[in-house]
């Protein structure tokens, strides 16, 4: 289905919370969670969206965003864009160490997941899975 593909490591360098768009006040969005693991997710769509919008703010020719992306919501051109990202699931997260500062945590369970995914696409871990 698709010509080219890559895997991607998000590193967030401050807080970040992806709502599930169940809110019933303003402010009460709870994070997106996979459903089979409760674990906190990034959803394909809403990473997507932020790379278009990456692209506009730096100035990027619309035109080319709009082929590489998908035409805006509401757009009477209707085509879909020639990329497409998954879902993002966590492998580590930061945690506070009892020596002062953070440390990042994982579980057998994400490293050998993460194994698994990137084994789709061709990329052998050096990790054990």
């Keep these: 289905m698709f010509e080219r593909h890559a895997a991607l490591f998000l590193y967030a360098v401050s807080p970040v919370h992806m709502g599930a768009g169940t809110a019933v006040g303003l402010i009460d969005n709870p994070i997106q969670r996979e459903r089979h693991t409760g674990h906190p997710c990034f959803a394909g769509s809403g990473i997507k969206g932020a790379v278009r919008h990456g692209f506009s703010a730096i100035g990027g020719d619309e035109k080319l965003i ?12 209707l085509h879909a864009g020639a990329i497409s990202f998954g879902d993002a699931q966590l492998v580590a997260l930061p ?35």
């Excluded at 709009?66 to 051109?77: I, K, T």
């Excluded at 002062?100 to 993460?114: D, H, I």
């Design 95 to 129: 945690v506070r160490s009892l020596r002062g500062g953070y440390v990042y945590a994982t579980c057998p369970q994400a490293v050998s997941r993460a194994s698994r995914l990137l084994q789709l696409i061709g990329v052998r871990c050096s990790w054990p899975a």
């Design 66 to 77: 709009d082929r590489l992306f998908g035409p805006e919501a509401g757009s009477a051109d």
